[in-house]
C-alpha cells in the first residue's frame, strides 16, 4: 500500500518560502504592544514575549505539543485579559481568516548581524499536525520603526549564498514557511523591536489574504556591506564550532536545531 503523504500548502511560498506584503499603516493605531503583559521567554536572542493567543489561553508561550490536550500550533486559545489591550493586533491576526495558533508579540533588544546568523533557527509549527491539513507558516507584522534592522532569511543555516534580508520598518508585513526558512533579526539601534507573529494554518483563506495584499516572493535584499557580511559568517562560524567544543566537553550531542521560537 502506497501512503501519500502531505500537506495542503499556499502556492505563493512555494517558490522561496517567504512572501513580502502591502505594508500596514502602522502610524495609525496605538502602540498596544507597550500596554500588555510579557513573559520571560528567551528565544534567539535576548526577547520576551506577550502572547495574544497561547494552547489554553494562559500568558505562557510553551509549545502545543506539551502538556494535556497536546497538538500542533492550531487553534490557539484568545487571552481575554491581552485580547482587551491590543484589539488592533487581534483583528490583524484574526484578518485572514485562517485557523490561528500561536500569536504573540516579540520583544527583542538590539543585536547585531553575527548575533542573528548565530541565532538563525527553524520552528517546529508542524509537529503534530495531521498528514492532509493545512501547514503551518508565521505572520510577521514589524510594529516598531526598525529602519536599519532586517529580517534574515536562508534555506541552510550555515550557507550565506541566496540570503534574503528584508527591511523591517513600521509595518512591514512578512509570511513566512518558518520550518522551512532558518530566520532571525538583525536589530539595530537603542530599544527593543516589538513584531506580532501569528501562526497561521495554510489553505484558501490564507491564499486570498496573500493575493489580496499583493504577496511578493522575491524582494531586493537590504544592502549590507560586504565586510559585515564576512564578518557576520566568520563570527558565525567561530560560535557554532565553541558551541560545539562546549557541547562535545560535556558528553553531549549538539542539538542540531536551536530553541524553537
Ligand atoms: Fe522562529
Known sequence: MIH?????????????????????????????????????????GDT???PLASKDGEIECNGFWHGKNPRTD????????????????TARAKEPGANVGRCRVIE?????????????????????????????VRGFFNLTDDKDSYFVLRENRTDPSGETRIALPAGAQL????????????????EPRYCLITSWESGPELD????K?????????????????????????????????????RGQAEKVAMSEA
Open 4 to 44: 501519500i503523504m502531505g500537506y495542503i500548502k499556499c502556492a505563493a511560498l512555494e517558490e522561496t518560502g517567504y512572501v513580502v506584503l502591502d505594508r500596514y499603516n502602522q502610524e495609525l493605531d496605538p502602540q498596544e504592544w507597550l500596554d500588555i503583559e510579557y513573559v520571560d521567554w528567551k528565544s534567539s
Open 213 to 249: 495584499y499583493h504577496g511578493r516572493s522575491r524582494v531586493e535584499s537590504v544592502d549590507v556591506p560586504q565586510e559585515i557580511l564576512d564578518a557576520g559568517q566568520a563570527e558565525q562560524s567561530r560560535r557554532i564550532a565553541a558551541r560545539a567544543a562546549a557541547l562535545a566537553a
Open 74 to 89: 492550531k487553534d490557539g486559545v484568545w487571552i481575554e485579559s491581552q485580547v482587551a489591550k491590543a484589539p488592533h493586533l
Open 208 to 211: 486570498a489574504y496573500i493575493e
Open 175 to 190: 509570511i513566512i514557511d518558518t520550518q522551512r526558512l532558518w530566520h532571525a533579526a538583525a536589530h539595530y539601534g537603542t
Open 48 to 50: 520576551r514575549f506577550a
Open 108 to 136: 527583542l533588544q538590539p543585536n547585531t548581524y553575527a548575533d542573528c546568523l548565530y541565532n538563525l533557527h527553524q520552528d517546529d509549527n508542524n509537529r503534530l499536525n495531521p498528514d492532509g491539513t493545512g501547514w503551518v
